[in-house]
């Protein structure tokens, strides 16, 4: 029936064209349309000449060895040559001369064939198409009985290795991809929340179903030439930079966000998240207007503290996009289907492909958190491969002792995973986890596991990031944990967001809107950034890949510094060395290092026993490590090392060197310290190779390591020491360690050393 389908519609396009007469078409209707079991019988009757049955064998063998299946185009000529041969014999007798038609249609077909040849040989041709559609099965059946061994083992290898790749996997989904949202879903029965009907004020029409065309084309022709305004003013408790497309700064008040009640939210949402946020905190309240009216935001204040209230709003946010999205989707399907195929009703509500929200996190714990407070959110009444999350996300073991900081903890409780990747998929009553990607309406993933999806050609993978073209938001979390992986990763991901597809995944492109054909989606994309401290790369990031039309905003705090919350009395000196170029700042920072800080080290060898380098970066780390193993000038110095790199027994066998003296300098890196939050004992000067990105870092090394060798009577109450190299290049991790109100003038000021007890 597969090859007769095609041919049904052809025909009927011929019949149509008035070429077919009503009962040549019935005819070959009724004869096609009979199954293969019911039309076998009569063919054998009709081809009882052992001549015809023979050369019909011989066709079937010459087609045999040519090893190819007879295509399409072919197969619809032999049933015309049938149709002419078998009507022009019924319509002998009256002399309708309808066959002087079909004479007409297949006339370029039939070539030099005449006579009984002309009559015979394309009936067998047809009968020829049925019996190869089941020959090849009947083929492979009889090799199966044969050698049923050879073919298990065969195939043992490739099955195997699949098998083995999917049990590696524990994220592996074996889905199909849909080539549709919801064809078949009703549209929602509560008249209640219809509220989202034809709401022009609501921020998800004035941003993407329905945006003012002239203003949004104005706004991207000046994204795309980089001309942006910018405005600073105070929310709530923090500093807030906004910028926005054009030459001057967007004075429209934005939609009230201070308040729940003050939101656009669907009706099904707002009891739970009533119960969930209840009245906002302050955070809540400075953050709410920007997110909700879709502004990029980049929240440069999250903390242990904080971070629940910041977390629940943005997945309030992102729950109402997808919601009202499928949603609307829905409703038009229904509209759609009710005003028939001929309607010229257009309605644009969707894009490329079905995926619309991104998380980025760090950790499978985080995206627990994340995933728990959407199912919260929206209290599914079913929740598909919910045992398999748990079992994949969870993990109750403790792996550290209570003594850990806060942020650790935070960070690395739970299941600590790095690679991970997860679609979610909402229904009317129920929430499927682990569906396919391009099935899923929001997306959870680290930036190891996402990177992972994607492949490339320098992995012999094919590269697939269509499941990306019509992400309209981004929310990434802890991005201070980001970096201290691989950032490379996340920058590759945002590279990969908004493209056009390469293949339609069953996209109905009459449906797509006008932004998203015009390749404009990166330019209404939401992008949510949230991390404790601000860094170059997190404000290359926002210069980068943020051009949201509707402008952007940078919200941080005002810093008191760190420089008294060490809890031990000691001096902390401040050198600032020059750099002429942020690309040379490494070489003048070890010029420095070499000329000002080693000497003092070799002088008085004894006064170097406990030395504590902190370098932030593993570059400079490797840099230092080899001067001191090779430089003939710091022969005298003994010394460790102790990076993100190093395991338990090389990083114990340091720390015991160091603290009973036999290493009297000790090289330590930043990751190093986030990753394992070592207590190293013996401490009694610390040099800053470079600050921390972290501030928190500061505190404990300077403060925390100085405070623990004065309890163990290591070194006497206020004679540790700290010393720290900076240069005006490092302004923002400067303000985070001695205060807004300190940095400028230590940036500024003709004096390169500063001291602070």
């Not at 095609?6 to 011929?14: A, G, N």
């Not at 807004?740 to 007890?757: A, H, N, W």
């Amino acid at each position: 029936m597969w090859r007769v389908c095609p041919t049904l519609r052809w025909l009927s396009t011929f019949y149509q064209a008035g070429t077919l007469n009503i009962f040549q078409f019935f005819y070959l209707e009724d004869f096609l349309l009979s199954q293969y079991w019911q039309v076998w019988p009569l063919v054998e009757e009709v081809a009882a000449s052992e001549a015809v049955v023979a050369e019909a064998a011989e066709a079937a063998e010459v087609e045999a060895e040519a090893e190819e299946p007879i295509d399409s185009a072919r197969r619809e000529s032999s049933i015309l040559r049938e149709l002419k041969t078998k009507t022009s014999e019924e319509s002998e007798g009256s002399g309708t001369g309808d066959d002087e038609s079909l004479d007409d249609v297949t006339s370029d077909e039939e070539g030099g064939d005449d006579g009984h040849n002309a009559s015979a040989r394309p009936y067998m041709a047809l009968l020829q198409s049925f019996k190869d559609t089941e020959a090849p099965v009947a083929k492979r059946r009889k090799l199966e009985h044969q050698s049923p061994q050879r073919s298990e083992e065969a195939a043992e290898p490739q099955e195997d290795e699949d098998e083995g790749d999917k049990a590696s996997d524990v994220d592996h989904v074996d889905e199909p991809e849909e080539t549709g949202l919801d064809l078949d879903e009703a549209p929602e029965e509560d008249e209640e929340d219809s509220e989202d009907e034809q709401d022009f004020t609501d921020p998800f029409d004035v941003h993407f179903a329905h945006p003012d065309e002239t203003l949004v084309a104005t706004r991207i022709s000046s994204a795309k030439k980089g001309e942006w305004a910018t405005k600073r003013e105070m929310m709530q408790n923090w500093r807030a930079t906004l910028t926005y497309p054009g030459s001057k700064p967007d004075e429209e008040p934005l939609h009230s966000g201070t308040k729940l009640d003050g939101l656009k939210l669907k009706q099904k949402l707002r009891e739970p998240a009533s119960k969930k946020l209840g009245s906002f905190s302050s955070v809540q309240k400075a953050l709410g207007p920007l997110v909700f009216n879709y502004r990029d935001v980049f929240h440069c204040d999250r903390s242990v503290q904080n971070a629940g209230q910041i977390r629940e709003l943005v997945c309030l946010h992102a729950l109402n996009h997808v919601f009202k999205t499928r949603d609307r989707v829905i409703k038009n399907n229904h509209k759609l289907a009710k005003d028939g195929q001929d309607t010229e009703l257009e309605l644009r509500d969707q894009g490329f492909t079905r995926p619309k929200v991104l998380f980025l996190l760090p950790t499978r714990n985080s995206c627990l958190k994340i995933v728990d407070i959407i199912r919260d959110l929206c209290n599914p009444e079913q929740q598909e491969n919910r045992k398999r999350f748990d079992e994949s996300f969870t993990d109750k073991d403790q792996k550290f002792g209570a003594d850990r900081p806060a942020d650790f903890q935070g960070l690395f409780e739970g299941n600590d995973d790095d690679m991970f990747r997860l679609g979610i998929k909402f229904t009317r009553k129920s929430v499927k986890y682990f569906a396919q990607f391009y099935n899923s309406d929001i997306l959870f993933a680290s930036p190891l596991g996402l990177r992972m999806a994607l492949g490339s050609e320098a992995e012999k993978t094919k590269p697939d990031y269509d499941f990306l073209s019509s992400i309209e938001m981004v929310i990434v979390d802890q991005a201070d944990a980001l970096l201290m992986q691989n950032w490379e990763h996340v920058e590759q991901i945002f590279e990969h967001l908004n493209l056009q597809p390469k293949d339609a995944h069953g996209c109905d492109f009459s449906r797509v809107r006008n932004w998203y054909l015009e390749d404009w989606a990166k330019y209404f994309r939401q992008t949510i950034v949230l991390s404790a401290f601000n860094t170059p790369e997190l404000s290359e990031l926002q210069r980068l890949h943020c051009h949201n039309w509707a402008g952007k905003a940078r919200l941080q705090p005002e810093y008191p510094g760190v420089l008294q919350k060490l809890g031990v009395k000691t001096k902390q000196t401040f050198s600032r060395f020059q750099s002429h170029q942020v690309d040379r700042d490494p070489d003048a920072r070890f010029d420095y290092f070499t000329s000002a800080i080693v000497p003092s080290l070799v002088k008085r060898p004894a006064d170097a026993t406990g030395t504590l380098i902190f370098i932030p970066s593993y570059l400079d780390f490797v840099r230092v490590r080899n001067y001191f193993a090779t430089s003939s000038a710091v022969n005298s110095v003994s010394f460790g090392a102790i990076s993100e790199y190093a395991d338990v027994p090389e990083a114990s066998r340091a720390r015991s060197h160091f603290l009973n003296g036999r290493h009297r300098v000790l090289l330590y890196t930043e990751r190093a310290h986030h990753f394992r939050r070592y207590v190293l004992k013996g401490v009694r000067r610390v040099i800053f190779y470079g600050l921390p990105d972290n501030p928190i870092f500061y505190r404990e090394i300077a403060g925390g390591y100085l405070s623990k060798s004065e309890q163990d009577l290591e070194i006497e109450p206020g004679r540790g020491s700290v010393r720290v190299l900076f240069s005006k290049y490092d302004v923002i991790k400067l303000e985070r360690i001695v205060g807004s109100q300190r940095v400028g003038k230590m940036i500024q000021e003709r004096g390169d050393t500063f001291d602070f007890v």
